[in-house]
């Protein structure tokens, strides 16, 4: 089973730097997850993985052999934007980019049959794509890209459109591919869903790599550095700590609140905070940060410096 | 492992199965006669429209006489016994379209005939009233020589040229003119299927392009396999749809025959009652041209090249926008070449082997019409057959090159319209 490396790649367009010497590695039985904003140069990294483009410095390689034309053959690639040729039957389109990707008749029609009714889509077979909705496009977008067994996935928001049920089951279904020891790339701004699934993950801004890493280790790094906060009453005793700088609040209702401690403020003060301006406090937790929590720090931090 | 094929086949069968494919194969002769019939009609209509009604003030006597037994499908012509001035009123009046003086000295040579009209005429009105007046005049000096009616008709020719075509084979096959029609139907048929063919390329890539399918396309395959696959599916398309409207023309052209022989009288032919129907057409003088096969397989040759190095083109346009509306500045100057091409098709069609002729049949952008009309009606040498046609080869092949490059970075570019500049910074991309 395949290692993915980035070693050093650097793309540009032009005069715009889209991805500036990152570096970072994939491996089989986990899931990589490539975070940033947008325009960060996540889809231009995966563009050069894909082979779609090529590296203007740098290497990428699977299993220490270059990317070339052949690792489109072992490529499972869902693209944030999806297309599917809306005039095309179901069974023809899956069969078509199956064919494409090196797949003999006879053996994709068996596995399109298995996906089809994993996917419970079995009697929308013989009709136009363009009849389906979007969540059932979605899923179609998504058998095609697992039809061939691919050793390396690379799914750019598989979750976008669809509904809980579906949700999970995809998300088995990539657990699943994972267990079998695929190499597994995913890229999301869905942070709740990163934090769910990835064992890894790589956060890009401006083209360059922030922190590459697991994301246990990652999220020890940041230490507990976060308070949770359930209380009867006034909220407005924390605003003198935002206002002098020693917290954040990363979001807020009129009972609750997620903090972030800036600059080494102690947690303590919160708390006795807390004890004495709400009526009544129901929760007081320190916590490691979210994952959309680092995101957001390290960005600026970034953009910052 | 080539996947060129496979694209072809999904593009061709996605095609040739749509319905719009099928119409427009099994109705395309019948659209084509109906536009042919119709601009006859128009024709026919232009020219009835064209007739006039000329008052004719003849102070001879004697040359209106003549003058009306000259048949006239154009213009009637009424005797008016009444003075010029009045003749003029009626006419700015519009009672008539004009009028026509004959003063009496123009049987002396003294005056000459004036024609008066509130349009002023035309050329071809000068040239049918110069011929009738002329006719008059001679018909009349004829008649006071006293000839015997013998003499008279042995003055009255009719000649009428014949144009023969003479070819290698010695053969003098039938009417020139036959050929000439030939030659710009295919002329016009390159023309139209090379654009229409290229267009539906063009459609296709903005298609893929906007329906975002391009990216898992190219996350399968090589772009170039992707832009061949449906330039060729497509192309093949083409070919199967220009084969069934041969088949449906010919078969229309021998029953068209069988037609005309059943209302033929085998009798006033002179050939026997039992004669076939090809017998009584040639009698009747109706031939249909004898068009070599080579004529045909050249055809298909510059058809198929010149699609292909113009579909490339479409293609490369097509991976530049987004939408079908953006396409309008950036294919005018991709389609100019072509346009020049069936611009010139008369006078390639008068003057096959004038040094234009031959300069726009080498020019691989133009060349599919004006060789395609030349072989029609004309002996081309094969050595520049084959020149123009190699030079088309190796255009396709320069042009298919340039648009994959342009094609394989244009299909991934949103978001804004590409301009000259970015073009060729898409080209240098490695």
Known sequence: MPILTIDTVTKRYGKFTAVDKASFEARPGRILGLLGPNGAGK?????????????????????????????????????????????????????????????????????????????????????????????????????????????????????SGLDPINSELLRDIILEQKDAGRTILFASHRMEQVEQLCDDICL??????????????????????SINLEFEGDGAFLDPFVSSGQIRITSRTHHSAEIRLLNGAPARNILEAAVNHTDALYRYELVMPSLSEIFISLVEGKSAA | MNRIPIVLKSEFKRRVTSKGFILTTLLGPIGILVFFGIIILISAEAVDSDSRTIAVVDDTNVLLEHMLNLQSVDHRFTPVDAPLDTVRAQTLAGVYDGYLHLPAGLLTDEASPEYYSPEGGGFSLANDLEYRIGHALRQHRIGEHNLSPEVLKS???????????????????GASWVYSALGGFMGFLIYMTMLIYGTVVLYGVIEEKST???????????????????????????????????????????????????????????????????????AADITLPNVSVDVFVWFVLFFLVGYLLYAGLFAAVGSMVEQQQDTQGLLLPVMMPIIVSIMFISPVLEN??????????????????????????????????????????????????????????????YGKKATLKDLIRWFRYA
């Open chain 1, 43 to 159: 889809t231009s990294t995966i563009r050069m993985i894909a082979n779609i483009t090529a590296a203007d410095e740098g290497e990428i390689r699977l299993d220490e052999k270059p990317v070339g034309p052949w690792v489109q053959r072992h490529l499972g690639y869902l693209p944030e934007e999806r297309g599917l040729y809306k005039k095309l039957k179901v069974s023809e389109q899956l069969l078509y980019f199956a064919q494409l990707r090196g797949l003999r008749r006879d053996d994709a029609t068996g596995r399109i049959r298995h996906w089809l009714k994993r996917f419970d889509m079995e009697k929308w077979a013989a009709s136009k794509t363009q009849e389906l909705s979007k969540g059932m496009q979605q899923k179609i977008q998504f058998i095609s890209t697992i039809l061939p067994d691919p050793d390396l996935l690379i799914l750019d928001e598989p979750f």
């Open chain 1, 204 to 225: 890009i801004a401006e083209g360059r790599i922030l922190v590459h890493g697991s994301l246990r280790d990652i999220k020890n790094s940041f230490g507990r550095d």
């Open chain 2, 155 to 173: 003055l009255d020719t009719n000649v009428s040229l014949g144009l023969m075509k003479l070819t290698d084979d010695g053969e003098e096959a």
């Open chain 2, 212 to 282: 975002r399918v391009v990216e898992i396309m190219i996350s399968s395959i090589r772009p170039f396999e992707l832009l061949m696959g449906k330039v060729l599916g497509i192309g093949l398309m083409g070919l199967v749809q220009l084969t069934v409207w041969a088949l449906l023309m010919m078969g229309g052209l021998a029953l068209a025959g069988v037609v005309a022989g059943m209302f033929l009288d085998p009798s006033t032919l002179g050939v026997p009652a039992t004669a076939s129907s090809q017998e009584l057409l040639a």
């Open chain 2, 352 to 413: 096959p082997h004038s040094s234009l002729a031959v300069i726009l049949s080498l020019i691989p952008f133009t060349a599919p019409v004006p060789m395609v009309v030349r072989l029609a009606v004309t002996e081309v040498p094969l050595w520049e057959v084959l020149l123009s046609f190699s030079l088309l080869c190796a255009g396709f092949v320069a042009t298919i090159w340039v648009s994959s490059r342009i094609y394989r970075v244009g299909i991934l570019m």
